[in-house]
């Protein structure tokens, strides 16, 4: 099993976090994990790594300097300064070894809480990609900006199961860089935009239980009518995700996260060097002040979840 990550140095504590998740629920496996380098990563982040794999699996780090050198010059200029830590989703073909046909990427900020052997064993041979429907897949304003139907869809990228041999044999690369080149004025969550706009007629979509995120769970009425047509999917899929998805600026690992799950998470933490470590976050201080002035005035705080609650969070 080929896991593809990329990691800069701030975000080396959580994607342990969720290595160690995914090598505790899914015993057994033989893996090979590859790592993007991001800003700042360290030779200690990176025995960090390999020391949460574990002796039995293999890990390879990539440096993208060099390699994407080529592709940040064609970029329009606003756009240059993310590609290492959001467009390299678009050049895995080209970033890893002509070897790999098939790659599965996983973002940091998720734990991954039962078995993915079968999301890896996922036939894909006809599709250049899989991936599950972002919790804004019905915003009206995602298909009037990229210009396609919202019945093609609209992806979150936390997850992706890459077909690279598809890639590399239809010449994919070149679809990407028409869109970046061309279409950048139609661009604003980048890599999630450029994906869902390339592949919005050839994909595969993915249950939501491979990539549950956290605001389905949300009380607020846009995001709940944003997925109508997909409500009963959400809630069997919210009786015990395989992948659950924190997304948003809130993060478990933060002082202030105001999202569900945030124990289940701590108990992987838990599980690595990083034990009860917290970041204080800008909300931080701003929800201290918040909470005193609330408590002077004597007046509820208001609470951000609805009142479901799914099984795995009782």
């Not at 900006?145 to 890639?167: A, C, E, H, P, Q």
Request: hydrophobic share 40%; aromatic share 12%; charged share 25%.
């Amino acid at each position: 099993m080929d896991i593809l990550i990329l990691t800069s140095h701030a975000y080396c504590m959580p994607y342990c976090v969720m290595l160690t998740s995914l090598i505790h629920n899914t015993p057994g496996i033989d893996l090979v994990l590859h790592v993007m380098e991001g800003p700042g990563l360290t030779s200690e982040d990176k025995n960090a790594i390999i020391k949460t794999v574990g002796n039995n699996n293999k890990v390879l780090f990539y440096e993208l300097g060099d390699m994407l050198e080529s592709l940040i010059a064609k970029l329009p200029t606003d756009r240059k300064d993310r590609i290492t830590s959001v467009y390299s989703k678009l050049f895995v073909d080209q970033i890893l070894p002509s070897s790999i046909d098939k790659v599965l990427w996983l973002d940091g900020d998720m734990i991954v809480r039962h078995s993915i052997v079968d999301l890896w064993n996922t036939d894909i041979t006809d599709y250049p990609i899989a991936y599950v429907r972002d919790v804004g897949n019905n915003n009206v304003e995602f298909y009037n900006r990229l210009g396609y139907s919202y019945n093609d869809g609209y992806f979150n990228t936390g997850v992706i199961l890459y077909n690279l041999k598809y890639w590399r044999q239809n010449n994919v690369n070149k679809d990407i860089m028409n869109v970046l080149e061309y279409d950048s004025n139609r661009i604003s969550i980048l890599d999630q935009d450029v994906l869902s706009l390339v592949f919005h007629k050839k994909k595969k979509v993915l249950p939501f239980k491979y990539n549950f995120q956290t605001w389905f769970l949300l009380k607020n009425k846009f995001i709940q009518i944003s997925i109508p047509d997909y409500g009963e999917d959400i809630m069997k899929a919210s009786v015990d995700p395989v992948i659950y998805h924190y997304i948003g600026s809130d993060k478990p690992w933060m002082y202030i996260c105001d999202q569900p799950g945030i124990k289940e998470w701590e108990s992987y933490q838990n599980m690595t060097v990083w034990g009860g470590v917290k970041i204080k976050n800008q909300r931080f201080f701003i929800k201290k002040t918040r909470s005193l002035i609330k408590k002077l005035l004597k007046r509820p705080g208001n609470k951000m979840f609805r009142g479901y609650v799914p099984p795995f969070l009782e």
